[in-house]
């Protein structure tokens, strides 16, 4: 069967399935699945025989449900059950923020508040990740302005890395059974020492599998007192890092990504740090192709002036085709692809619902 | 004491579809334990893992709110009908 490239859309009135052929001509839309109930978090889970999608629908009158579907998103059913904490845990769920591939087939849930769940079942059942979620830093986390999330879960073989807003980053080198704070490098700007143990707020990590121990961190960043903390890289499996955020126009963003075939290939959306709108109304995706030392701004296609929109930590993803395009979805409702690696823009969808997240997977 | 809960058509899937539920308890409280109890799909949708009414959800008992009678220690009588709907909210 020709290869079809899917993008999940989490916006705050339900999911959307975007399906096109490689060429990523024309895209078809269908959604929205649980109509009107916030999505933040989707996956495309490809390791079986046939493809799997999976989101988090984030019902505020009736509480969490996992979507599932077995036919690409034509139709969407609810699992038998969502992530919950105990009864004695006091915790009650708030959101799901992150759903990832773990191992063995295991699908890895990061909720709000911040916490890890994991099902073995295909989302019907779900046991929370007591190392990380009852981390004794657990209960001093605060939230930031969007939730206290547990936002990002990256595997690197044994070492799972976890992104908290806010929190920090956290690093288990046990396959998930402890963690520890790993935040030697990353700053903050809203606390009086620059450089905690934990408390960052983390906004989106980043690797690669052909760089093991490579990561890259889009962090809170926009303080002018602490310049060049928004965005920071690791080199060590994320013991240490160090900035990265040099010639950015602003190290405020929410997303980060990297090239699927290329480490060294870095994306970020620079953000004015007080409205979190584009700069100067000029959109821009920013590229660094040497893995932070230089960045270049990506601007073909988009408007020249008066656009002030907002890619949040979820909204922008890159496929893995030989010549991969990005997508990044706005709060104000646009869906934009970015052909040859980001070098030529265009808008697929111009009214959707705010957009939190998109995921694409060629399937 | 013989009650009945009624449903929103939105919760009526996670119960076979009915949209009104004869049980029997004395006070709201117990009301939701005997649904935990025998609707566990359904309860989930009414209250969070701390026992908490979800926050956007309104119970009646009859045409009182149970805010204006004792919260979830209202007492039920027999005949009573337990209401559950969704806040009208959002954007």
Not at chain 1, 174 to 198: C, H, L, Y
Not at chain 2, 31 to 44: D, F, G, K, W
Not at chain 2, 60 to 82: E, K, Y
């Amino acid at each position: 069967m020709a290869q079809k490239v899917v993008l999940t859309i989490g916006t705050k009135k339900g999911l959307f399935v975007a399906q096109s052929s490689k060429s990523r001509g024309k895209f078809d839309l269908r959604g929205p699945f649980g109509r009107g109930i916030p999505v933040y978090a989707s996956l495309v889970d490809t390791r079986g025989k046939r493809p799997v999608i999976y989101a988090g629908s984030c019902n505020p009158f009736f509480g969490m449900k996992v979507l599932k579907s077995n036919d690409v998103g034509k139709t969407f059913e609810e699992t038998k059950s969502a992530p919950s904490f105990a009864k004695e845990d006091g915790r009650a769920l708030a959101n799901i923020w992150s759903l990832e591939p773990g191992p063995d087939g295991e699908i890895w849930a990061g909720v709000e508040p911040a916490s890890l769940f994991r099902s073995w079942d295909g989302g019907n059942s779900w046991e929370m990740v007591p190392g990380i979620s009852n981390h004794e830093h657990a209960r001093k986390w605060q939230p930031g302005a969007g939730g206290l999330c547990l936002h990002t879960i990256l595997r690197d073989g044994e070492r799972v890395h976890i992104g908290i807003s806010t929190g920090g980053h956290y690093l288990s080198e046990d396959g998930g059974r402890t963690f520890a704070a790993s935040n030697k490098g990353i700053g903050v700007g809203f606390a009086p020492d620059a450089f905690p143990e934990w408390g960052q707020c983390v906004h989106k990590i980043a690797g690669h599998p052909k760089a093991p121990g490579r990561f890259y961190i889009q962090n809170h960043g926009g303080f002018p007192d602490r310049p060049g903390i928004g965005v920071v890289r690791s080199d060590d499996h994320g013991h240490t890092w160090r900035s990265i955020a040099e010639g950015l126009p602003s190290d405020f963003g929410f997303p980060i990504v990297v090239h699927p075939h290329d480490p060294d290939t870095v994306y970020v959306v620079p953000l004015e740090p007080m409205s979190r709108t584009c700069p100067g109304g000029k959109p821009a995706v920013w590229q660094s192709e040497n893995g932070g030392k230089s960045w270049k701004k990506l601007v073909k296609g988009f408007p020249k002036e008066k656009t002030f929109f907002t890619v949040l930590r979820d909204a922008m993803d890159i496929d893995d085709l030989k010549a991969p395009a990005l997508y990044f979805g706005t709060t104000t409702g646009q869906l934009w692809i970015g052909k040859d690696g980001g070098e030529k823009w265009k808008c697929l969808f111009e009214a959707l619902p705010p957009i939190n997240s998109v995921k694409v997977s060629v399937v | 004491m013989s009650v009945t809960i009624h449903l929103p058509t939105a919760l009526r899937k996670y119960c076979g579809g009915s949209a009104d539920l004869p049980i029997s308890a004395s006070t709201i409280q117990a009301a939701l334990r005997e649904l935990q109890s025998t609707q566990p799909s359904l309860y989930v949708n009414l209250c969070d893992e701390t026992g908490a009414v979800r926050r956007h959800l309104n119970v009646f008992v009859n045409s009182d709110h149970m805010r204006d009678r004792d919260g979830l220690d209202t007492a039920l009588r027999d005949g009573d009908v337990v209401t559950i709907l969704a806040a009208v909210s959002g954007g």
